[in-house]
């Protein structure tokens, strides 16, 4: 019964994205999202809101500082726990060492 029940949602699922992948425009189409107005405005209105000539730099620092600030705490969080993870690894190790030994 819950195998019936798992693939029913998956079939959902796989309904679902083929539908929403039959309604995306084609690529290069005008109506895409990523021919919006934030865009046009990101490129022509950076240099006099931010007085910086680096539209890239212009759009990670002052428009998406908090995105980008969220995105480097989650590298850091998972980068110290990748560390924590392979430091108590060889401590562990080291301690199964010195038991053998002493």
């Not at 992948?21 to 189409?29: F, I, R, S, T, V």
């Not at 109506?31 to 007085?51: C, D, F, I, R, W």
């Not at 562990?92 to 053998?100: L, N, V």
């Amino acid at each position: 019964m819950k195998n019936i029940l798992v693939f029913i949602a998956l079939g959902g699922l796989l309904f679902v994205m083929i539908f929403s992948y039959a309604e995306m425009p084609p690529m290069g189409d005008v109506g895409n999202p990523s021919y919006n107005e934030v865009a046009h405005h990101y490129l022509t209105q950076s240099l006099e809101e931010t007085k910086a000539p680096n539209v890239i730099a212009n759009i990670i620092t002052d428009y998406r500082a908090i995105d980008t600030l969220g995105e480097a705490t989650v590298l850091f969080t998972s980068i110290a726990a990748v560390l924590t993870v392979l430091a108590g690894k060889e401590k562990k190790k080291q301690e199964e060492g010195e038991m053998r030994h002493g």
